[in-house]
């Protein structure tokens, strides 16, 4: 009893918006409820064996990882820290000439069914990565490496992520019975509403993200040392 108030705990710590969002980009895309399932479950299954491997191995993969990776101050990581950085400026750009084209042209352009439900289901297993920095997944997993059973370790993580991307799931449920037209409504006006400034401050944020990790890069190999101290 214990356990599962902790993983309830975490669960509801650990609420995640993100699949939600990611969803309902693949529906204004053009996906079908294929896609839906297919997402979701893959996010699930996904999200649980990694969970069940990190309770099983996570010492290992924690050793692993400290010996394999390049020392704090090495260079590989300016190196990275710039090519990053391309990648954001890029998108950044791209998405900014992109808001250019004009609304009715855009409105002109058919939406397709091209993702293949391959593409959607590695989609998913990719998203399922992101509970990795969670810090409430990690607790998850130390909380099942002490499960007395296989069976309990993959139904504790199996309770942490429903509860964790219930929003997903929620939403996926109610596409699938067709029941999803009023939650859009209610959440399509303030959505509205707050969507612009919140797109700018996103713009803004990765803006100062990347110019940050290209000083960073830039002060290691001008004075020899990072800019940010580790």
Known sequence: METLLIVLGLGLA?????????????LAGGARKAHVIVFAAMTFLGT????VVFSLFGEQLSSLA????????DPVWAIIELIVAGFIIYWLLSQLQLSTVDGATAAEIPKTHSSSLAGIAVSGLLFSLSAVPDPTFLATAAVASQASSMGLMVGIHALWVLISQSLLFG???AYLFDLHEPLIAFVKPPWERVKQPLKVLLFVLLALLALLMVADALMLF?????LIQY
């Open 171 to 173: 939403f996926s449920m």
């Open 222 to 226: 001008i004075a020899g040392e990072y």
């Open 66 to 73: 400290t010996s394999a990776l390049p020392h704090i101050n």
């Open 48 to 51: 649980v064996v990694m969970g």
């Open 14 to 26: 650990g609420i995640d918006p993100l699949g939600l969002a990611v969803l309902l980009a693949a």
